[in-house]
C-alpha cells in the first residue's frame, strides 16, 4: 500500500478545504483508511476513519458536523471534506491504511502512511 495525501492550503476561518489520499495499488485495498493530524508541539491525533468498503465511518469529537469522509473503492481514493474550519485545524494532515478493514481510531492498528499536507486556516 502506498498513499499520497493531497489537497492542503490555505484557508480563511469559516472556508472549505477538501483533502484527496491515492492509493497507488492497482486494486482497490481491503484496508480501513483513515486521517490524522498533527500540529506544531502536539501529538499527533485521529480525525476521522472509514471502513474498507465506506459503510461505517467515525470522526473525532471536534470534527463532527463539519469534516465528512469518504471513499471511492473505483479511484481507488479517500477523501476528506473539511467545512467550516476554524484555526485549531491547523496541522498537518496524513492518511493512512490500517491493518484491519474497520473505521479505527486506533493509531496503533496504522501501518501504512502517506507524506503529510499541510492545512493551514487563518483567523
Known amino acids: 500500500v502506498q498513499l499520497q495525501a493531497s489537497g492542503g492550503g490555505l484557508v480563511q476561518a469559516g472556508g472549505s478545504l477538501r483533502l484527496s489520499c491515492a492509493n497507488s495499488?492497482?486494486?482497490?485495498?481491503?484496508?480501513?483508511v483513515g486521517w490524522f493530524r498533527q500540529a506544531p508541539g502536539k501529538e499527533r491525533e485521529f480525525v476521522a476513519a472509514?471502513?474498507?468498503?465506506?459503510?461505517?465511518?467515525s470522526y473525532t469529537d471536534s470534527v463532527k458536523g463539519r469534516f465528512t469522509i469518504s471513499r471511492d473503492r473505483a479511484k481507488n481514493t479517500v477523501s476528506l471534506q473539511m467545512n467550516n474550519l476554524k484555526f485549531e485545524d491547523t496541522a498537518v494532515y496524513y492518511c493512512a491504511a490500517s491493518i484491519r478493514s474497520t473505521a479505527t481510531s486506533d493509531r496503533r492498528e496504522y501501518r501504512y502512511w502517506g507524506q503529510g499536507t499541510q492545512v493551514t486556516v487563518s483567523s
Open positions: 495499488r492497482r486494486t482497490a485495498s481491503n484496508n480501513g
Open positions: 472509514i471502513s474498507w468498503n465506506g459503510g461505517t465511518t
